[in-house]
């Protein structure tokens, strides 16, 4: 019988992550026991977030030790079963890690991949955990209300597209990304829908740049950047703004020393704005609804996601770190297996 490969912790990642932080290893295919189900995966994800685990010490998640495999997403199909509700055949997508196989018991992150004529890989992608922490990143913790103005960072990732594209769905009066680079800002206004675009790597003066996009102030900031972002466009928030930290990817490399604070505090009173975190895994009943809606706009092309294809689990180290140095375009995923 075939080996199960995995990509492990190999070493604690100091500031921005290297292939040489991870090993690629040969397990034996483990066996479902009673009530569980083994998963040939077909494609696994690459996500910024799991940087926070590779340190050695704890964040919101708890750290990840050395030689265990690595945390990511993944879509496949049912290959051995002992699980009534998950025979042989069914396709799912699930919390699987950078490995070929994993083991589910049908309980935490899985589910069944719904019949819609999308791409199986979207499954971990815009109909991922990407898209539902825009979903929820705007809806719930944003408070998105028609007529907002609204600023999401790291736009032309997975998480920022699909965010902006939401709200102009949902009626936001103005939507404005900003990306690291002219054929990003391009996909944004062009293909996706947002009213301008910023290159931040490109713009001399940032600050003015962002208020000039906003003169009546910025509604919603659905950052995923981090504390910098976030100390910039503090002041420019409208009365009762509110600020949804889902990501803080240009953080994730540093130390806790590091990290830049967040000085300009006085909108927090003056412009009543509201700032929150969010886990989207709290809003883990609402993720049916949430996939319906989107899986149907992005099969009619309301939606528009890109997707950048990787292929064998070995390029798993590279596809990661690329996310770091903003090679990335949209969804990086990985193709482990076949699709039978
Ligand atoms: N809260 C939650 O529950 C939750 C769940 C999932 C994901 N997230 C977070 O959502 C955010 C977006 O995720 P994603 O999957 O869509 O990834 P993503 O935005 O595509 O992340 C990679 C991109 O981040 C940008 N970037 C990298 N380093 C940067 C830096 N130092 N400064 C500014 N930008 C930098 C680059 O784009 P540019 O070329 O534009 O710089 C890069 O292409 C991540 O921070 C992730 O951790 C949160």
Redesign the pocket.
């Known amino acids: 019988m075939a080996d199960m490969q995995q990509v492990v912790l190999a070493r604690y990642c100091e500031g921005a992550p290297v292939p040489d932080d991870f090993r690629l290893e040969n397990a034996g295919l483990p066996e479902p026991k009673k009530g569980q189900f083994r998963v040939a995966h077909v494609w696994c994800s690459v996500?910024?977030?799991t940087r926070s685990r590779l340190s050695g010490g704890d964040s919101y998640a708890m750290a990840l030790p050395l030689g265990k495999p690595v945390d990511g997403f993944s879509v496949g199909i049912v290959e051995a079963s002992q699980n009534a509700d998950f025979p042989v055949g069914t396709k799912v997508f699930c919390a699987g890690g950078w490995k070929t196989h994993s083991i589910q018991s049908g309980r935490g992150f899985i589910g069944k991949v719904p019949d819609a004529p999308v791409p199986l890989s979207a499954w971990i992608g815009v109909l991922g955990?990407?898209g539902l922490?825009a979903w929820f990143?705007l809806k719930t913790v944003a408070k998105f209300r028609e007529g907002d103005a609204v600023l999401v960072t790291?736009?032309?990732?997975?998480?920022?597209a699909t965010a902006g594209q939401l709200a102009k769905a949902w009626g936001a009066s103005k939507v404005v990304g900003?990306?690291?680079?002219d054929a990003?800002c391009d996909f944004l206004t062009r293909e996706a829908g947002f009213d301008a675009a910023i290159n931040?790597?490109t713009e001399t003066d940032l600050t003015a740049a962002i208020a000039a996009q906003f003169p009546k102030g910025v509604d919603v900031l659905f950052d995923?950047?981090?504390n910098d972002m976030v100390n910039r466009v503090l002041p420019l928030m409208a009365l009762n703004g509110r600020i949804c930290i889902?990501?803080?990817?240009?953080d994730?490399n540093l130390t806790p020393e590091q990290t830049p604070g967040i000085v300009n505090t006085k909108p927090f009173i003056t412009h009543r704005v509201n700032m929150q975190?969010?886990?989207?895994?709290d809003f883990a009943r609402e993720f049916p609804e949430a996939l319906q809606t989107m899986a149907g706009l992005l099969a009619s092309g309301k939606l528009k996601s890109n997707e950048e294809r990787f292929d064998g689990i070995t390029a798993m180290p590279e596809a990661f770190c690329g996310?770091?140095?903003?090679?990335?375009f949209?969804?990086r995923v990985v193709r482990v297996g076949e699709e039978k």
Not at 154 to 160: Q, Y
Not at 277 to 281: E, I
């Open positions: 996500d910024p977030g955990v990407p922490t990143g790291s736009a032309a990732g997975p998480v920022g900003i990306a690291g680079s990003k931040y790597k995923n950047v981090g889902s990501g803080q990817v240009a994730y975190g969010l886990v989207v895994f996310l770091f140095r903003g090679e990335n949209g969804r």
